[in-house]
């Protein structure tokens, strides 16, 4: 199901996917691993959170990335990505993070309020340009 989850993510915006089958292989391998966390909501799930934990030089505590967090079209409005989200706190601090951090699209309004609404800080504030954090990748 983590396959299949993630695959429609990525399709529903427009990203590449590399399919459902190596998306859920790769997922038994960081789970296998301890290098990631999938997390799902309902019966059959409807939703996933993956989290990442890492060290950091920062603090003696771990850092948790919530690197994706998905639920399926026609079951947003439920309180169900809120659920996931409060797992994944709860896992966070449970695992011993000291903190969180994600990204997110600008224009996804949706995800931002829930986000904030759970005591996340967009670190862009309206007419202070100087602290506005962007997020960069590249391909390799």
Same mark, same amino acid.
């Given at each position: ?8 993510? %990525?399709?529903?915006?427009? $990203?590449?996917?590399?399919? #459902? ?21 309902? $019966? #059959? ?15 003696? +505590? ?7 967090l ?6 947003? !409005?439920? !309180? ?27 224009? $996804? ?12 800080? %967009?670190?862009? +504030? #309206?007419?202070d #340009? ?11």
């Open positions: 199901m983590i396959g299949e989850l993630l695959h429609a993510f %990525n399709e529903e915006f427009d $990203d590449p996917t590399p399919g #459902p089958e190596f998306i859920a292989a790769r997922a038994r391998d960081l789970v296998s691993s301890d290098a990631a966390t999938f997390l799902l909501v309902g $019966d #059959p799930p409807v939703g996933i959170a993956m989290v990442r934990f890492r060290e950091t030089v920062w603090s003696d +505590k771990l850092d948790a990335y919530l690197e994706e998905y639920v399926v079209p026609e079951r947003r !409005g439920e !309180g169900l990505g809120r659920a996931l989200l409060e797992r994944v706190l709860d896992l966070a601090r449970e695992r011993g993070a000291g903190r969180i951090d994600l990204g997110t699209a600008v224009d $996804d309004r949706a995800a931002r309020a829930l986000y904030e609404a759970l005591g996340f800080t %967009n670190f862009e +504030k #309206p007419g #340009p100087g602290t506005r954090m962007l997020f960069y990748e590249r391909e390799l």
